[in-house]
């Protein structure tokens, strides 16, 4: 690898700087998949520069010179020269393995985590809008109703309702309630199938190491319950389930497809499968996934990362349970509507004891309280961002926002 450095002068105003890959950089015509800034600063009383170009790709010899030529508002003079050293220390982290970074760039896949600073996603739902409400962890009926009558009252829509506690620990007039209650506030109803490694009798997940496959399926036998899970809720209305395997994922796309249950079945990826990264997501994508959750603690360029490998929308975590980590990110909400539209925000699990637990009536409102300071502060500091309204009732002749694809600029 060869390390470019040029000193001279420059005149014609202000250099053009822009966002390069990991951070600010002197732009030229060259930059863009050639040469990128390593380090550089430029004096604007006596017009003097001394830039430090790297090579992303096959230039060598006098491109730098070539490059630092034609720079965007301040054509160089003088005799510039470029000559090549050894790797610099100090570079940005994103500098460095090249060579893995270009093979990730040739398979579609990010080649590292964006700068967020300026980034804005720009991708809507279908109805044109940004962002979406998810009441997480709602396991009785009873708080589902709470939840989407309250929430109407005070002023702001849950667009959706996520079951976690298992559908087949839940009565068939339970599920049929969950279908009632979703048609009548037009929120999208999602609930998770019930056979997972801890429902099991085997030992391994009640282990240290083995807590980690805690909601994959166990054996073939597991499948087929999965499935007659899946079977029982289509037979009484639900049209969404949280999925936390991938086979499984596979298997129901592939039943979709066919014709063997509904079309607008949506099948959500739940973040106890671990996706923390853009190759994992296309993965996901591919095997039918309509929307994503990612690991509940990634930081921002991480789930921009996300974004830009994948179409379909991101279920972010804006607050989470103690069990989980127990953070309160209200404040990046917007910042998740940004870079990472079209995003579910999932809201006011904090006020919860655990995951795959039943809410009490003090631990509903501790979630509508958080909801709607959430919704304030994306109104107080993202206004531009829309929320997505409540759907059209079923047997309206429209298509429900949730059943249509995303789209993305």
């Known amino acids: ?9 420059v005149t014609g105003g202000t250099w053009f700087v822009v966002h390069h890959f990991n951070g600010h950089g002197v732009y030229s015509p060259l930059a863009n998949g050639k040469l990128c800034l390593a380090g550089g600063e430029v004096d604007h009383d006596d017009g003097t520069a001394a830039v430090t170009f790297l090579p992303l790709g096959r230039a060598v010899g006098r491109a730098a010179d070539r490059a630092i030529r034609a720079v965007r508002g ?13 790797l610099l220390g100090g570079l940005g982290v994103g500098m460095f393995f090249e060579q893995s970074r270009e093979w990730l760039r040739e398979l579609g896949v990010p080649d590292r985590d964006p700068d967020t600073n300026t980034l804005v996603s720009g991708g809507t739902f279908a109805d044109g809008r940004h962002w979406r409400f998810e ?7 009873q708080a589902v109703e709470t939840l989407l009558c309250e929430s109407a009252k005070r002023g702001f829509t849950i667009n959706r309702v996520t079951e976690t506690f298992g559908l087949s620990r839940h009565t068939l007039g339970e599920i049929c309630d969950y279908v009632a209650l979703g048609r009548e506030h037009g929120a999208q109803i999602l609930m998770s199938v019930g056979p997972r490694a801890i429902y099991d009798i085997g030992a391994t997940v009640q282990t240290q190491e083995g807590v980690r496959i805690g909601y994959r399926l166990r ?7 999965a499935l007659e899970d899946v079977q029982r809720a289509v037979e009484a209305g639900v049209r969404g389930f949280i999925l936390h395997d991938e086979g499984l994922l596979s298997v129901l796309s592939r ?12 099948l959500k990826i739940s973040a106890h499968c671990g996706l923390g990264n853009g190759a994992s997501a296309q993965v996901l994508e591919r095997l039918g996934a ?6 509940r603690d990634l930081t921002l360029p991480i789930i921009a990362a996300l974004r830009q490998s994948v179409r379909i929308p991101l279920d972010v975590h804006v607050d989470n349970t103690k069990t989980s980590g127990g953070f309160i990110r209200t404040y990046e909400a917007p910042e998740f509507v940004r870079v990472a539209s079209p995003v579910y925000l999932k809201t006011g699990s ?13 631990q509903t409102e501790g979630m509508l309280r958080q ?7 994306m109104a107080r500091h993202y206004p531009q961002a829309c929320q997505s309204p409540a759907e059209a009732p079923t047997g309206s002749g429209t298509t429900p926002p949730s059943a249509a694809a995303p789209t993305m600029p």
């Open 290 to 295: 309509d929307s994503l959750n990612p690991v």
């Open 371 to 377: 909801m709607e300071i959430t919704a304030e502060f």
């Open 1 to 9: 690898m060869r390390v470019y450095e040029w000193t001279g002068t």
């Open 255 to 266: 039943l979709r497809a066919a014709g063997k249950i509904p079309a607008d079945t949506h």
């Open 219 to 225: 054996g073939q036998e597991q499948l087929v319950r």
């Open 135 to 141: 009441a997480p962890t709602v396991n009785t009926v």
């Open 350 to 362: 904090s006020a919860l004891a655990g995951h795959s637990t039943r809410a009490t009536q003090e």
């Open 74 to 86: 301040c054509p160089a003079y003088g005799q510039p020269s470029a000559r090549s050293f050894g």
